[in-house]
């Protein structure tokens, strides 16, 4: 089994009125032990927000995310920064909670589960909200800590490439030289069959880009951290990935990912 490493997080909250105590949480820090790695998430709706305080100022709050990503990028005493900035930018509507430990197996993951747990709406399905995007949102984030998220291409539509009214839509891409780099992410553990179904439209995807672009194609799988390679389904889906001339990679290895794909831009 993985070691897991010891993490602490903390949130952050929206609470306009000092009177009233009312707060809705909107982000949420995780930071490693060891100072190896630390990330933010704030939430994607502000709904919850606006009805709070229909004055919020979102836009604010929103970038607010960026500034902290970077300032956990330099190490340091993030912390205390942040509370200063709050201080300074937003009185007492912004506050930290205090923070608590836990064991992670893989931290990307564990801010996942966290940003779920604390950001997402309680309307919102487990089953949208676990899963395949489970793993996207891990991807996700550690292409935007590294800064190359937006850079990239997202939400591909694969009928631009093979058939008009194919389904299939890749999750990202980025072009930095003739080759078209892929990035997909794909539950194994809860539907194998999504394996079958990207290996079987890569050939034709392979033959579009380089009938469309002019270029080469490399399209990653990332999928769970904990698979279990005993099992026979698994098995089957990976291997099927594989023939298929697909690289299979997991959630543990996107950090060495995303840095790969900033120094392929040359950032």
């Known amino acids: 089994m993985k070691a897991r490493s010891q993490c602490e997080f903390f949130l952050l909250r929206y609470a306009p009125d000092a009177v009233r105590e009312e707060s809705v949480n909107v982000g949420v820090v995780l930071v490693e032990s060891s100072g190896n790695w630390a990330e933010v998430r704030f939430t994607k709706d502000w709904k919850r927000v606006k009805c709070l305080d229909p004055e919020a100022d979102v836009e604010t709050l929103e970038a607010l995310e960026g500034e902290i990503r970077e300032r956990l990028s330099e190490g340091g005493e993030g912390r205390r920064w942040l509370l200063k900035r709050m201080e300074d930018t937003f009185s007492n509507t912004l506050r930290l909670t205090e923070p608590k430990a836990v064991l992670a197996e893989s931290p990307a993951l564990e801010l996942d589960k966290l940003a779920e747990m604390y950001l997402e709406s309680r309307r919102k399905g487990a089953r949208e909200s676990s899963g395949r995007m489970q793993i996207f949102r891990a991807m996700r984030g550690e292409f935007e800590r590294a800064g190359v998220w937006q850079a990239m291409r997202k939400n591909i ?95 543990a290895d996107m950090p060495r990912i995303a840095l790969s794909v900033r120094q392929q831009m040359g950032w």
Do not use: C, W
């Open 157 to 251: 539509a694969a009928g631009q490439y093979t058939h008009r009214g194919d389904p299939l839509k890749i999750d990202a891409a980025y072009r930095p030289n003739g080759v078209l780099h892929m990035y997909q992410a794909l539950a194994l553990g809860t539907d194998a069959t999504a394996a079958k179904a990207l290996a079987f439209s890569y050939p034709g995807l392979v033959e579009g880009v380089r009938r469309v672009e002019q270029a080469d194609t490399a399209l990653t799988a990332i999928v769970e951290a904990d698979l279990d390679g005993e099992d026979e389904t698994t098995q089957f889906a990976v291997e099927t990935l594989k023939a298929s001339k697909i690289i299979v990679a997991t959630v």
